[in-house]
């Protein structure tokens, strides 16, 4: 779950973090009345941005910085009729411009191989961090909290005046800088950790000529499995994301997928593959891959194999209508493979589908499974390398091409 | 011999008397595992599957001396959970919750690191000694005791590698499934440390998945250090696009970490056997084995 940038700040706001005055702008008549009253505030220039829960916004034409309202109105209209990477873009967010004397970065992320969280401070703010740890690693400093107590403060200035002496032009009064830095790192700690965020990142952390810290932009993704924590959040984005015309932006055949409570990633071939178990789906993908075939989608239905579930899933793999035939595989385990052959036949039954459909399937009395379904004219596999040939050579002779 | 469990192993079950805790419970005991206790705060004192039921971990460690336990509860407790057991001494958790919030996990995998207590999962299908004893939802009738060892993510592939190998009559020692999750106990690196010091296993199977770099550390930490018995490793996930989630909350490829290729070339590196089917996992554990050593 990926907060928008205006949402992130808000909830930095909400614990102490400044960020720059601004107000959410939905039309080009708004935008013009969020610059007025900025302005009037202010008197500086105003930064007209993209609300799309994407990075690579600014290099797609998605942030103007303008001088006017009626500037800002008329950017606000270009904006809002964009699409970013097939997110269209619903609001603008409208805010002050810094005085800028140094771009810092401060991010908090998940570090997989530490199983910790991992606190990253950079004088190198403003460009992709990732490509900073690569190049100038040295300009990189990290912090791993113990998470029963958090970062406390002599960490943060360790890690701080580390990273600030790395710093191209360290900015002046280090000391006073640093004693913000604490504050703020536990500011934005107590953000990931009340939000279940898996990161929760400033980029960039300005430095204003005046010496206080401001967060100028904000990324927050929350972890899915926490969702439950944080139904209101969820609500408030829902909402956020769906525009007029129902479109989100997000996949919709992913998003018909969550509604109907599947395990399911949309991709761009011509082969459904469905199968019990995440590991043993994306080995599916791979021999279809390897036998010359594009997949159309990864969908695990889980453990087991029941009739209902099958029958969900087929419906939503075939309601794409690039898809040419589907590649089924279950394990079955201890689940009995002539019923989880009625339970494929009859789906098919009822869906009306047309399409060839080839089955790999193991479990006690699988052999009998591969009779009832070689009879009702659905294909049967042993192993499933020849599942993948027979669907890859089956959905090339339907589509006349590979 | 055997890693991390055997025929004397106690277990004791979180979550009992749940509809899937009752369900793996029967199939474990039905498979020979030693159930000595189940836990249910609020239900201590009653009897669940012919095991005595009792309300905190503690109660049932110095009642009945478990020595495992097989962890099944939602995700909202499955955490605490977790701590639970550390807390009581028992010396192998296997959690096979999936689901579980990552901080929460943070949390309980700094709180084990403090106790001697090793997690295996969460999200994962658990651990089996051919023949011996299962915790966990490994199918009770495709593993057959014999010398190759397994360590997986995935839990079907884990079961799928089971029974390839059993078919062409290659046993097993243990299999471990590690899980999914971007945060777990036990991970390729620990678990190819105890097959390096069991006698009774001569290979080892792994496999892997995307994201993360847990293939990558163990292929440099343990099996170029000199590791001296033969691995075939099956790494699933080889198409898939980066920056989607497939399925497991940890099977992503995120920026330049987690792809397949790098996992591929760590292990190749490191004197692996690289399989691309569980037809070929058979095949090369079955060379690398030597005919006669492997049965």
């Given amino acids: 779950m990926k907060l928008l940038e205006y949402q992130a700040k808000q909830q930095f706001a909400r614990r102490g973090i400044a960020i720059p005055a601004g107000r959410l702008a939905r039309s080009a008549a708004e935008a013009e009345a969020a610059a007025r009253e900025l302005q009037r505030h202010a008197g500086t220039r105003i930064a007209v941005k993209a609300q799309v829960p994407i990075g690579g916004r600014g290099k797609a034409g998605g942030i103007a910085v303008v001088e006017s309202p009626d500037q800002a109105r008329r950017e606000a209209e270009r904006i809002l009729a964009m699409d970013i990477r097939g997110y269209p873009v619903r609001s603008v967010w409208c805010e002050t411009g810094l005085e800028i004397a140094n771009e810092l970065y401060l991010g908090i992320t998940l570090d997989r191989d530490r199983r910790r969280l991992v606190v990253i401070f950079s004088a190198a703010g403003g460009m992709d961090i990732e490509q900073v740890a690569e190049t100038q690693p040295e300009r990189i ?12 403060a002599f960490e943060i200035r360790e890690l701080a005046f580390a990273a600030l002496r790395q710093a191209t032009a360290p900015p002046d009064g280090t000391a006073r800088v ?3 830095l604490v504050s703020l790192t536990q500011q934005l700690y107590r953000t990931a950790i009340e939000l279940d965020a898996m990161t929760c990142e400033i980029n960039p952390l300005v430095l204003t000529a005046a010496g206080d810290l401001v967060a100028a932009d904000g990324k927050l993704e929350v972890d899915e499995n926490a969702e439950w924590r944080h139904r209101d959040l969820a609500e408030e984005l829902a909402r956020d994301a769906v525009g007029d015309d129902g479109r989100s932006g997000d996949d919709p055949f992913e998003v018909e997928a969550r ?23 994306m080995n599916t993908l791979d021999l279809v891959k390897q036998q010359g075939g594009d997949p159309a989608d990864f969908l695990d239905i889980g453990g087991g194999a029941r009739a209902d579930v099958v029958r969900n899933a087929l419906d939503m793999v075939l309601s794409d209508p690039k898809v040419r035939g589907v ?16 339970g494929i036949i009859q789906a098919r039954d009822e869906l009306h589908i047309d399409k060839p459909l080839v089955v790999r399937m193991t479990g006690t009395r699988e052999e009998e499974g591969r009779r009832l379904l070689e009879e009702a004219g659905i294909v049967p596999a042993v192993s499933a390398v020849e599942a993948a040939r027979k669907i890859v050579e089956l959905t090339r002779d339907a589509g006349g091409r590979g | 011999m055997s890693i991390l469990v055997d025929k004397a192993t106690r277990v004791v079950v979180q979550g009992i008397t749940g509809r899937e805790g009752s369900f793996h419970t029967e199939q474990m005991i039905a498979y020979g595992t030693r159930v000595v206790a189940g836990v249910v705060p609020g239900k201590g004192g009653t009897t669940h599957l012919d095991a005595p039921v009792f309300d905190t971990v503690a109660e049932a460690v110095s009642e009945t001396g478990a020595d495992a336990a097989f962890i099944i509860v939602p995700p909202p407790f499955a955490a605490d959970a977790i701590m639970e057991t550390a807390a009581a001494g028992i010396a192998l958790a296997v959690c096979v919750t999936e689901g579980i919030p990552v901080h929460d996990m943070v949390r309980a995998r700094a709180f084990v690191e403090t ?6 999962g969460p999200n994962c299908p658990g651990v089996l000694t051919a023949g011996e004893c299962k915790i966990g939802f490994i199918p009770n009738h495709v593993a057959r005791p014999g010398r190759v060892g397994i360590v997986a993510r995935s839990g079907t592939l884990t079961y799928e590698v089971i029974q390839g190998l059993s078919q062409a009559g290659f046993g097993q020692t243990t299999a471990v499934g590690i899980g999914g999750d971007p945060v777990l106990g036990l991970s390729f690196t620990e678990v190819l440390r105890l097959f390096a010091g069991d006698p009774a296993t001569a290979a080892v199977v792994m496999v892997g998945e995307i994201g993360g770099s847990d293939e990558e550390n163990a292929a440099e930490q343990v099996l170029a250090g000199g590791f001296d018995k033969p691995v075939v490793a099956f790494i699933s996930g080889r198409t898939a696009p980066p920056g989607k989630r497939m399925g497991h909350a940890g099977a992503i490829i995120s920026g330049n970490k987690g792809s397949a290729q790098s996992k591929v070339d760590a292990l190749t590196a490191a004197g692996a056997s690289i399989a691309d089917t569980i037809e070929d996992v058979v095949r090369l554990t079955g060379e690398r ?6 049965r």
């Fill in chain 1, 141 to 152: 400093a990290k912090l791993w909290p113990d998470p029963f107590r958090g970062p406390q």
């Fill in chain 1, 178 to 180: 640093v004693g913000s």
């Fill in chain 1, 259 to 281: 509604r109907r409570g599947l395990t399911y990633v949309h991709l761009d071939g011509h082969i459904g593959c469905i199968g019990n178990g995440a590991g043993l789906v």
């Fill in chain 1, 327 to 342: 590649f089924i595989n279950i394990f079955g385990g201890i689940t009995r493979g002539d019923e989880v052959a009625r």
């Fill in chain 2, 115 to 120: 106790t001697p207590t090793r997690l295996i």
């Fill in chain 2, 289 to 294: 084995m030597g005919a006669t050593a492997a």
